[in-house]
């Protein structure tokens, strides 16, 4: 496993002298955001964790090697190029082996990171279940890689294009846990609250770490979810959010989206309908995240 693996100068250092390390999806960059905005963002995000005092490693696949760390090249060439695969646990295989240009998702990130031995990974939401899953089956291979891979995921919850009572209920099924930060709901990216809670607040690093270990130390293997509430004054009105979502599934559904181009269809339809308001949320959720993320490996390493 170890020879598919390739660290960039930085990570490799920050392994070597026992530095704490985020890892970072690339799907965000790919799929996730408009160029030249989707590389900007993954800057910008990547200094507010080395100035939190961790090392940020963001992972993508390319030529035939799992990159875990990626230069300035290397992120313009996943945020502008058209070819990059959008890379689950189910990809992770075909686009290694044929040495084709991937973008990793939460799923085949926390696989890597695992690889890696990176304990702590950021991202924007997490992939769950989706409406009218019960006749289409469609649950996002992110919830599986929950229950078994040892990753702790800080996130902005799950966007409300999901079904997001069902999304709890299925991570409480697997037995993976959900910490929230800050307050006792569970945030719906755009939003603060999702109208649910998580299952336990905790809100500095140091219970959020104590959690981590515990649970890992018991022999309880599988992920943990952070959900950190996008901030006040980035987030969204919640009926005007819930109404273009809406419209937007519609249009998804009255045009034939269906798999993995759902989500990118809602999020590009969003952004238009909401005149770019929402990735300006988007990118700030992010960074909120990278923040807490930075601070949780850093007590982890502690």
Not at 173 to 194: D, I, K, N, W, Y
Request: charged content about 20%; glycine content about 8%.
């Amino acid at each position: 496993m170890q020879s598919f693996l390739l660290f960039s100068p930085e990570v490799a250092s920050a392994r070597a002298s026992g530095k704490p390390i985020v890892a970072l999806e690339s799907t965000i960059i790919s799929h996730g955001m408009p160029y030249p905005q989707n590389v900007q963002t993954a800057r910008e995000v990547e200094d507010v964790i080395r100035a939190a005092g961790a090392v940020p490693a963001t992972i993508a696949i390319i030529d035939g090697r799992i990159c875990v760390g990626l230069s300035n090249e290397q992120l313009e060439l996943l945020g502008s190029s058209p070819d990059a695969m959008k890379v689950s646990r189910r990809d992770l295989a075909y686009v290694l082996s044929q040495k084709r240009l991937g973008a990793t998702t939460v799923a085949a990130t926390m696989i890597c990171a695992q690889l890696a031995g990176i304990e702590v990974f950021v991202t924007g939401g997490i992939g769950g279940v989706h409406r009218g899953a019960e006749t289409s089956f469609d649950i996002s291979a992110d919830l599986q890689e929950l229950a078994h891979t040892s990753v702790a995921v800080v996130c902005a919850g799950v966007k409300s294009i999901l079904d997001i009572g069902l999304t709890l209920e299925y991570l409480e099924t697997h037995g993976v846990p959900v910490l929230s930060v800050g307050q006792p709901g569970f945030p719906a990216f755009f939003t603060r609250e999702s109208g649910f809670k998580a299952d336990f607040q905790l809100d500095t690093p140091e219970e959020q770490a104590a959690f981590i270990r515990t649970k890992w130390q018991l022999g309880l293997a599988g992920g943990v979810v952070v959900s950190n509430p996008v901030p006040s004054e980035s987030a969204m009105p919640t009926k005007e959010i819930d109404t273009i979502i809406r419209l937007a599934l519609i249009e998804a559904d009255q045009q034939g989206v269906k798999g993995k181009a759902v989500t990118p269809f809602l999020l590009g339809r969003i952004k238009e309908l909401t005149e770019g308001r929402s990735l300006a949320t988007n990118i700030a959720l992010v960074k909120h995240n990278a923040l807490v993320g930075a601070r949780l490996a850093v007590a982890l390493n502690a």
